[in-house]
């Protein structure tokens, strides 16, 4: 199976953008593999990080 990270690259390109680190990945669901994002918080993240970081991410994905 080709795995082409066409649009993976776009929202990590677009997250360091938005100050946000995140990875692209391929991910195998079944026969299929699918674009895929990852992203590891520090074990203390808050509550208000966690906002931070999904409106970022949110931004991340309406600029790819």
Known sequence: LEFRRVLSR???GAARDQRLMIYGCATRVGM??????MMAPPLNVTEADVDLILERLEGAIDAA
């Open 10 to 12: 776009s929202v990590v």
């Open 32 to 37: 299929r593999v699918m674009e895929a994002v």
